[in-house]
């Protein structure tokens, strides 16, 4: 055993002449900082400091490789490092060498046929891989290397290395590769892992490009782009997840997860850090559980409710864009409000679609609005206006009748006024908690096309979160509506994050299914198990993916990055915790505490 303690250049020499200084003066090189207080050499292990460390190497391998053979080892849930070393041999050499081994084989398989034994399967197989190889170096498409593959694994103490060396030699030789530890060689083992590209222990493998190229580069369970935000951990490799969604072919993405999963509380991560990188959220809540997040943040809350101060007119007209008609934008507005109506009285008849038609046209010329003068300023009618049309229109009697409840009946301050709310701030939550259930969709549904008409006034980089999304879902209009714009949103530099409990809502809409396949991004947390099944047709995942789904725990899951599936746990700073946390109780003792500061 060798014992090695490490010092700094500054401790190399020692005068004995000098004061005794003190440690804290004696430590002051980065060197000293970061190194370990020193090195135990054993046979077959390194004690680092108070770690341990071992060094195996690839003796031998198959006659034939699979690819992606090596993520078995890469993903192991361990601390190891991995080198790769690849030593170019010369061709000239290697085609010398396999003539003779060639003349060797057949040489062998005519001396068995003159003592006339039976063939030999194994030469013929030799023989022919032989020639074949010759053939390929010849023409070039083939090289040899001496390939050198070496992995240092860690662990707190002796056995726990044991049973990681162990692991790993089972993972290779459960595909006929067998290791073998590098004993009395461990120091050079360690050094030819570390990020060097000193291979000291030369203990190669001579290997034809083919099987060489199945090493490297590792295909690993990495879920990561070189620019975008953290998500959480890569639960295969402790690596990060990191993915800008703009990047991708669209910015949308699906959430599903049962109630107190921590699907809230991930996209609030997720909206916390894209605002750092200047992007823009509106948030679309049925329960306020974004207003301490956006009062956090300085952003503004707006409460739609029936008595409430902030209001939106859907009848406001969305701005001409240079590349599209007045007639179009007309054309298409009119007919969004036909959807709203049918929402607002439960569906209508061909032929009352056709007098609302009419009725809404003459809505907006009473106003002196029309297709040729749309990006004029004006006053845009209300809903009051559309019943008195319809009660002047022969046939459109009973429909401002049923319009009547939301003019000057109960639900009079819902869609009745001007619009008083300011898209300006760059988080904008929308709370519908106020509003009964009835009218919840029809709120969504005017909350998503006025930020629709705000989207299209001036293009910048948004994400729109609508959360309980299956609201919309329920009904033909509303999910025609969301199709739409997450169809049409990467045109807008928009990206839409919608969020839902239960899978099986989404998927009994005829509109939930395109959804999820426009959705570049999924993030699935804990599942009940009678949505197991279709969650996994939809989202093609794996049996064990779906056994991880019903068995894990709070804030973990899986993240989908197109055809990409990786086990993902969400983790915030603490800092990042106190803003974005949902819990009840936790939200209770922040508020006391800041009581308490505000009265001292």
């Not at 001496?146 to 993972?171: M, R, W």
């Not at 009062?295 to 701005?319: C, H, Q, T």
């Amino acid at each position: 055993m060798i014992n090695i303690p490490f010092f700094s250049k500054k401790e190399s020499k020692i005068n004995v002449s000098q004061p005794v200084i003190s440690r804290e003066q004696a430590v002051t090189t980065l060197e000293d900082f970061i190194a370990p207080a020193g090195l135990q050499i054993n046979p077959s292990f390194i004690k680092l400091g108070s770690k341990y460390c071992s060094t195996i190497f690839i003796l031998t391998y198959p006659n034939y490789l699979a690819i992606n053979w090596f993520s078995s080892v890469v993903n192991i849930d361990e601390a190891f490092d991995v080198s790769v070393f690849y030593h170019p041999v010369d061709s000239t050499k290697v085609l010398r060498d396999l003539r003779k081994k060639s003349a060797e084989i057949q040489a062998q398989i005519s001396l068995e046929q003159e003592r006339n034994l039976v063939r030999n399967p194994l030469l013929e197989i030799g023989l022919k891989n032989v020639e074949e190889l010759r053939n390929l170096i010849q023409q070039g498409a083939e090289k040899m290397f001496d390939v050198g593959v070496y992995i240092t694994f860690l662990a707190d103490s002796q056995e726990e290395l044991k049973e990681v060396e162990k692991k790993i030699k089972s993972i290779l030789e459960q595909q006929l590769i067998y290791s073998k530890t590098a004993i009395f060689r461990q120091f050079e083992g360690l050094e030819s892992t570390l990020p060097l590209g000193l291979d000291r222990l030369l203990l190669t493998t001579p290997l034809n490009s083919q099987p060489a190229s199945t090493i490297f580069p590792f295909s690993s369970l990495d879920l990561s782009q070189n620019k975008g935000i953290l998500y959480g951990i890569n639960q295969h490799n402790n690596s990060l997840v990191i993915f800008d969604r703009f990047s991708l072919p669209n910015a949308n993405m699906v959430v599903f997860a049962q109630t107190g999963a921590g699907k809230s509380y991930a996209v609030k991560l997720e909206i916390l850090r894209s605002l750092l990188f200047g992007t823009d959220v509106i948030i679309i809540d049925p329960e306020n559980e974004y207003q301490y997040f956006a009062e956090s943040l300085g952003g503004s809350f707006y409460k739609i409710a029936v008595a409430s101060e902030d209001n939106i007119n859907p009848f406001d007209f969305p701005k001409v864009g240079e590349d599209e008609s007045p007639e179009e934008v007309f054309r298409s507005h009119i007919l969004t409000l036909i959807s709203l109506i049918k929402l607002l009285v439960g569906g209508l008849n061909p032929r009352e679609e056709i007098i609302l038609d009419r009725a809404l046209t003459e809505t907006y010329a009473l106003r002196d609005i029309f297709p040729h003068n749309l990006n004029e300023p004006h006053k845009p009618p209300l809903m009051e206006d559309l019943e008195s049309i319809l009660k002047n229109i022969e046939g459109g009697e009973d429909l401002a009748a049923k319009l009547y409840q939301y003019t000057k009946g109960s639900f009079a301050g819902f869609l009745n006024q001007p619009s008083n709310i300011d898209l300006s701030n760059r988080l904008v939550v929308f709370g519908i908690r106020e509003l009964e259930e009835a009218l919840r969709p029809i709120a969504m549904y005017v909350i998503l096309n006025y930020i629709w008409t705000a989207i299209k006034k001036d293009i910048k980089k948004r994400i729109v979160t609508i959360d309980e999304g299956w609201w919309l879902l329920a009904h033909e209009e509303s999910a025609s509506f969301l199709f739409s714009l997450v169809k049409r949103a990467r045109k807008y530099y928009l990206g839409i994050t919608f969020i839902s409990q239960d899978v099986e809502d989404a998927l009994s809409s005829p509109y939930g299914k395109p959804i999820i396949t426009n959705s570049s991004l999924g993030l699935l947390l804990r599942q009940s198990p009678a949505n197991i099944e279709n969650l996994g047709q939809a989202f093609n995942l794996t049996d064990q993916e779906k056994a991880l789904l019903l068995q894990t725990s709070v804030g973990t899951g899986l993240f989908l990055a197109q055809n990409q599936h990786a086990a993902i746990q969400i983790i915030a700073s603490y800092a990042e915790d106190q803003i974005i946390t949902s819990n009840p109780a936790q939200l209770m003792a922040i508020k006391e505490e800041k009581a308490k500061l505000e009265n001292t």
